[in-house]
C-alpha cells in the first residue's frame, strides 16, 4: 500500500507564498499519478493540480500562473508551490496518489489560510 505525509501548510497575508510537501511511501511503484486538492469549508473537494508518472502536469484555471506543481523522483516527495495567494486560497489542501487499479489514497491534509 502507499501511504501519504503532507506539510508545509499555514498562515500567510495576501500575496504572500507557501510550499506544500507530500512526501510517499511503500509501495510507489504503483502509483499512476499524483495530485493536490483542495476543500473550503462548505464547499466540495476540489482538483488543484495533478502529475502523471509521466511527468505531465495540470494545474486549475483558478491557480493558473500561480501555483505549480512539481516533484522530486529521489526523495519520493510531490511539491505544490503557492505565489501570490488569495484568501479565497483558504482551505484544507489534501495529497492524493491515483493507484493503478483505480484506487485513491489520501494524505491526512494541511491546512492554508490566506489573511487579507
Known amino acids: 500500500q502507499v501511504q501519504l505525509v503532507e506539510s508545509g501548510g499555514g498562515l500567510v497575508q495576501a500575496g504572500g507564498s507557501l510550499r506544500l510537501s507530500c512526501k510517499a511511501s511503500?509501495?510507489?511503484?504503483?502509483?499512476?499519478?499524483m495530485a493536490w486538492y483542495r476543500q473550503a469549508p462548505g464547499n466540495q473537494r476540489e482538483l488543484v493540480a495533478s502529475?502523471?508518472?509521466?511527468?505531465?502536469?495540470n494545474v486549475a484555471d483558478s491557480v493558473k500562473g500561480r501555483f505549480t506543481i512539481s516533484r522530486d523522483n529521489g526523495k519520493n516527495t510531490m511539491f505544490l508551490q503557492m505565489n501570490s495567494l488569495k484568501p479565497e486560497d483558504t482551505a484544507v489542501h489534501y495529497c492524493?496518489?491515483?493507484?493503478?487499479?483505480?484506487?485513491?489514497?489520501w494524505g491526512q491534509g494541511t491546512q492554508v489560510t490566506v489573511s487579507s
Open positions: 492524493n496518489a491515483d493507484l493503478f487499479g483505480s484506487i485513491q489514497i
Open positions: 502529475i502523471t508518472r509521466e511527468g505531465h502536469t
Open positions: 511503500g509501495n510507489i511503484f504503483s502509483i499512476r499519478a
